[in-house]
């Protein structure tokens, strides 16, 4: 009796539980990166502190001007001041220095050309570690790994290049993926060739053999 009891208790409370256990140890802490993104909508520039901007007020040449954005992501023209700038378009923030020139000048057309990129914090790449040149590079749509590492110059000669990883937020969750930079560079292996997204982070860690 003992022993059928004990058979039961096996087969409906400890075999599952031995499944889950086995199931978790399998489970990593990272995968790879995606070979591709979900198709989106297109991309547009959005401006971010320290980008340069070109204000053309048609017909009005003194009140036109280059200026930087400031960090805290404001702009001050002739005749308006502290205009939010960070994070709209460059048609967005004509339509709003159109808005504040109107009282000055009977219907102004503002183009507004972006000469100098760096965009929002969250639209950058970020690269830290053992690449040759660590920084953070504005997002252009299409960007992928090795458009990364080209503008960082590749990694350096202690850098551990496939056990990096790319850490992405996504719907407010943060994952850890997975990228074989050395297959990349060293083996000129296409496939480790994945797309970025804006607001990637880039960890390149040490090699300690």
Same mark, same amino acid.
């Given at each position: #009796?003992?022993? +059928?009891?004990?058979?039961?208790?096996? +087969?409906?409370?400890?075999?599952?539980?031995?499944?889950?256990?086995?199931?978790?140890?399998?489970? =990593?802490? @990272? #995968?790879?990166?995606?070979?591709?993104?979900?198709?989106?909508?297109?991309?547009?520039? *959005?401006?971010?502190?320290? @980008?340069?901007?070109?204000?053309?007020?048609?017909?009005?040449?003194?009140?036109?001007?280059?200026?930087?954005?400031?960090? @805290?992501?404001?702009?001050?023209?002739?005749?308006?001041?502290?205009?939010?700038?960070?994070?709209?378009?460059?048609?967005? $923030?004509?339509?709003?220095?159109?808005?504040?020139?109107?009282?000055?000048?009977?219907?102004?057309?503002?183009?507004?050309?972006?000469?100098?990129?760096?965009?929002?914090?969250?639209?950058?790449?970020?690269?830290?570690?053992?690449?040759? =040149?660590? %920084?953070?590079?504005?997002?252009?749509?299409?960007?992928?790994? #090795?458009?990364?590492?080209?503008?960082?110059?590749?990694? +350096?000669?202690?850098?551990?290049?496939? =056990?990096?990883?790319?850490?992405?937020?996504?719907?407010?969750?943060? %994952?850890? *993926?997975?990228?074989?930079?050395?297959? $990349?560079?060293?083996?000129?292996?296409?496939?480790?060739?994945?797309?970025?997204?804006?607001?990637?982070?880039?960890?390149?860690?040490?090699?300690?053999?």
């Amino acid at each position: #009796m003992l022993i +059928t009891n004990t058979s039961k208790w096996l +087969t409906t409370v400890a075999a599952p539980l031995l499944f889950i256990l086995i199931s978790g140890c399998a489970t =990593k802490s @990272d #995968m790879p990166a995606p070979a591709s993104l979900p198709a989106t909508t297109s991309h547009d520039y *959005l401006i971010g502190p320290g @980008d340069s901007v070109n204000i053309v007020v048609w017909r009005n040449p003194e009140v036109s001007t280059i200026i930087t954005v400031r960090p @805290d992501g404001k702009i001050t023209t002739p005749l308006v001041e502290d205009v939010v700038a960070i994070g709209k378009t460059s048609t967005e $923030l004509a339509r709003d220095i159109e808005i504040a020139l109107a009282k000055f000048i009977q219907q102004p057309v503002v183009t507004v050309i972006v000469t100098g990129f760096i965009g929002p914090y969250e639209e950058q790449i970020r690269v830290i570690g053992q690449a040759a =040149k660590p %920084q953070a590079l504005p997002y252009r749509k299409g960007m992928s790994l #090795m458009d990364v590492l080209i503008a960082v110059g590749g990694i +350096t000669e202690f850098a551990s290049g496939n =056990k990096a990883n790319i850490i992405r937020t996504i719907d407010g969750r943060q %994952q850890t *993926l997975s990228v074989r930079l050395s297959d $990349l560079i060293k083996d000129g292996d296409i496939s480790a060739n994945v797309p970025v997204r804006p607001g990637d982070v880039l960890v390149i860690p040490q090699s300690f053999f």
